[in-house]
């Protein structure tokens, strides 16, 4: 398969730090907007988390970060280029009001883009997986600068600019199907049960309703055009699970939320379950060769699921669970071989296309009976 060489960043020479210094002057940047439109660019949940004087603190924490990477940069490489970018994104910031925004009366707004949440979660996720995936990393040499990372990106602004809409549409179906039931009976039992009793509960319902549909994604033919986009990356990173069709979350998100909406979790039980599982779905696909010990045959690892991204078909059909492996040793199709890990990921298709756009629209573009896939190896799916 055709394969552009992953560009090889070295630690110490001053690059990494001046990319650093970029990332977060443009994220301090960006988000000045969510205090200038904050009923359009700001989620009403988050807004009741967060305080506009705890976010105010953290654009100038994120500024000072970015100057000090600017400096490393400089003086590491001795180069100007990196260095000066950053600095001045960050003084644009600055200069566009980054020191002194100010959080005003939110009016409440029938629609908006969660830029709020994508900012955050940028943020949080590259924190910890970004020194992970540098200073521990399973493939050597490959960085966040293989050739596809910018389709991954897009992937991740979109379904997080998107939170209300995929919010809606994913909730929808529980709520058609389950509301007329008198639940308040089940919801009182379960918000009795013991906290780590209901965590369980809650994951382990979910982690069955979501393998049973990771795994009709992965045998329908028609279905897998659509699942096949996530499996199609050839670089494992932290990112990389971001690359999912939108149908494939609504489904696959639509399937979990039963669950979850007809046991009725505590908010205290329902909340620890979203950062849990907001953290693990980006980490089972990280770059990185942390094994985790005993906890691997307790809790899913990213040696576990880059099995299930192995590009050989000989290992196709294993690891759906997403959180437990035991649920795949349930129903036959668990597969962690000690401490092998496969020697490729990725779909066994060439010519895979290759962007946001032309992967969204490729699922509805042929007819689900072609046979540009093998059926043989569909049929091992
Ligand atoms: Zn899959
Ligand atoms: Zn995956």
Known sequence: MNQAKPQRLKIGNGTISGYISIFLSILALVSILCFIFPEKLTTPEFREIYTAASMQ?????????????????????????????????????????????????????????????????????????????LFLPKNTNQTKFHEEWRTDLVYFVISHLFIQFFGIITQKPAIVFFSWIGLDGIHTWVQNLPFIAALFLAFFTTDLFQYWAHRIFHNHVYLWRFHSVHHSTQHMDWLAGSRTHFIDIFFTRAMTFIPLYVLGFSHAVFNTYIIFIAIHAVLIHANTRINFGFLKYIFTTPQYHHWHHCEDPKHYGKNFASIFPFIDMIFGTYYLPGKVWPEGTGVHEAQYPKGFIKQSIYPFTKSPFDTDLKMEERSDR
Do not use: C, R
């Open 57 to 133: 603190t953290l654009i100038k924490v994120v500024i000072v970060a970015a100057f000090f990477f600017s400096l490393l940069s400089l003086i590491l490489s001795k180069k100007i280029q990196l260095a000066a970018i950053g600095a001045g994104i960050a003084g644009v910031a600055i200069l566009l009001g980054a020191f002194s925004v100010q959080g005003s009366n939110v009016q409440k707004s029938d629609w908006y883009f969660g830029l709020d949440w994508m900012l955050l979660d940028l943020l949080l996720m590259t924190v910890i997986f970004i020194p992970i995936e």
